[in-house]
């Protein structure tokens, strides 16, 4: 080891992998000494410094394993524009409290409510709680879970499948599903069951899911197990995205605009 004493020091912390301290060393060095700061303290400031960016890091890898499709947060969301919604039931799940219980949360509405919206803000969340978490569309994940069981893998796809703390399971409703199609997702849930947390969103209220998954038997099988311990989000009113249409002048209230039967509960 060569150079000034900073140097070898930042070499020392790179080596140990603590990047920000070696980067940010001369002025935390600086700062220090104009602060006249106890040994201890020094030590503490650098330690929780790096304690936060590592917690940071790992918050990234997670949100991006969990693949979501954009990130919009729970703080984005104007709970003002929809009045049928209790921000407390939000605030509730953003605790990640149902993720430590393994339980499931279910939010309900049609179109243009906010539903994955909500959904994205809370795996936000849930990842930087560090919790595992994987977001994917009920078509993606029937498909994928289709391609397992033809290739022979169907075992091994719903044990990755029961490894993220919280599946998120996006637009169940929207495309109707065959009967190999729910009996794998009867599968996924029951794996999951009690052990980990599924959000699903639907457009469909759940007296209908008998008609997206083509068998009553089936979907009653699997509301039974996503219920047994869950929370539902009713989301009644207009689609966000015509009221902003509606804002900027491009929509007319006379236009017709047929909404969907408000979602209904268990
Ligand atoms: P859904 O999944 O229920 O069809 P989305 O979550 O895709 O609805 O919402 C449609 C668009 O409107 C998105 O861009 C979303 O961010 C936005 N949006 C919906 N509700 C709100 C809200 N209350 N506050 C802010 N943005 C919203
Ligand atoms: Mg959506």
């Known amino acids: 080891m060569s150079g000034t004493q900073t140097d070898r020091l930042q070499e020392l912390l790179t080596g140990l992998r603590l990047v920000k301290t070696a980067v940010e060393l001369p002025k935390l060095l600086q700062d220090a000494g104009k602060k006249d700061m106890s040994h201890a303290d020094f030590l503490e400031e650098v330690l929780s410094r790096e304690t936060t960016a590592k917690g940071e890091r790992q918050t990234l890898v997670r949100t991006t394993m ?3 499709p954009f990130h919009k947060s729970l703080e984005s969301f104007d709970f003002k524009q929809q009045p049928s919604l209790d921000p ?6 953003a605790t990640g409290r149902f993720i430590a219980n393994a339980e499931n949360a279910l939010l309900l509405g049609p179109p243009g409510v906010g539903k994955t919206h ?5 795996g936000l969340k849930a990842c930087a709680q560090g919790y595992r978490t994987t977001f994917t569309t009920a078509a993606a994940l029937i498909g994928n879970l289709q391609r397992a069981q033809t290739e022979g893998r ?15 399971v996006d637009e169940i409703g929207y495309l109707p599903i065959d009967r190999t199609g729910a009996n794998l997702f009867f599968q ?6 009690e052990r980990g947390s599924l959000l699903v969103t639907s457009n469909q209220s759940l007296s209908a899911w008998g008609d997206v998954f083509g068998d009553r038997l089936i979907a009653t099988a699997i509301l039974d197990r996503l219920l047994h311990h869950s929370t539902i989000v009713n989301i009644k009113g207009e689609s966000y995205r015509l009221k902003e249409k509606r804002k900027a002048g491009l929509l007319t209230r006379s236009e017709p605009y047929t909404q969907s039967a408000p979602a209904g509960g268990a």
């Open 118 to 122: 909500l959904a994205v803000g809370l």
């Open 88 to 93: 407390k039931a939000i605030k509730e799940l």
């Open 66 to 68: 969990a693949r979501l």
């Open 188 to 193: 996924l849930v029951s794996r999951r069951y």
């Open 154 to 168: 169907l075992e091994e796809r719903l044990k990755q499948l029961v490894q993220p703390k919280l599946l998120i």
